[in-house]
T-cell receptor
Framework: GEDVEQSLFLSVREGDSSVINCTYT??????LYWYKQEPGAGLQLLTY?????DMKQDQRLTVLLNKKDKHLSLRIADTQTGDSAIYFC??????????FGTGTSLTVIP | DTGVSQNPRHKITKRGQNVTFRCDPI?????LYWYRQTLGQGPEFLTY????????KSRLLSDRFSAERPKGSFSTLEIQRTEQGDSAMYLC?????????????FGSGTRLTVV
């Protein structure tokens, strides 16, 4: 099956940039996604990138896609304490469901 | 419409009992999905409906699990003869047809604990 991998933990100081990395296996996904999950809450779509793009910027978020290496990253500029959460990358090869990574727990230190 | 609603938020049950969860999607969404999330893992797809038709089921959905969406609106997920390994967060999502990400909205989930 599809395999989406992420590092488990990331800790940054408030105001610094955070970079969360992800590798995936299925190159047929039309879109690749980043979701955020806060404690006790459902998943919130942060952003997504079309597979023929290399980069997408959305306010403090920058998504980079390296299709050759099947590598996706999410950069959060000026990280705030409210950004502390678990971040999931996801792909959808068939268009019917998501395959999520294990999630990266981001801790922002004040 | 306030989003995808799931009930109950928490459920504690004894091993061997049956449980049923409900999901109310966003009203204009005709697709509805169920996922399961265990501690420290990302959500795993279980099944999805388009209107009342169940179009896909994961191999994770054992014979003890059944999902229905009788009128193409709300859905129920039933687990029979629960086991401790069923303890997880059960997430529901709904969307419009088309490229994923368009309106795809998750509920807050039902946390099941089997004791």
């Amino acid at each position: 099956g599809e395999d989406v991998e992420q590092s488990l933990f990331l800790s940054v100081r408030e105001g610094d940039s955070s970079v969360i990395n992800c590798t995936y296996t299925d190159s047929s996904s039309t879109y690749l996604y980043w979701y955020k999950q806060e404690p006790g809450a459902g998943l919130q779509l942060l952003t997504y990138i079309f597979s023929n793009m290399d980069m997408k910027q959305d306010q403090r978020l920058t998504v980079l896609l390296n299709k050759k290496d099947k590598h996706l990253s999410l950069r959060i500029a000026d990280t705030q304490t409210g950004d502390s959460a678990i971040y999931f990358c996801a792909e959808s090869p068939t268009g019917n469901q998501f395959y999520f990574g294990t999630g990266t727990s981001l801790t922002v230190i004040p | 419409d306030t989003g995808v609603s799931q009930n109950p938020r928490h459920k504690i049950t004894k091993r061997g009992q049956n449980v049923t969860f409900r999901c109310d999607p966003i009203s204009e969404h005709n697709r509805l999905y169920w996922y399961r999330q265990t501690l420290g893992q990302g959500p795993e797809f279980l099944t999805y409906f388009q209107n009342e038709a169940q179009l896909e089921k994961s191999r994770l959905l054992s014979d003890r699990f059944s999902a229905e969406r009788p009128k193409g609106s709300f859905s129920t997920l039933e687990i029979q003869r629960t086991e401790q390994g069923d303890s997880a967060m059960y997430l529901c999502a709904s969307s419009l047809p088309g490229p994923l990400g368009y309106g795809y909205t998750f509920g807050s989930g039902t946390r099941l604990t089997v004791v």
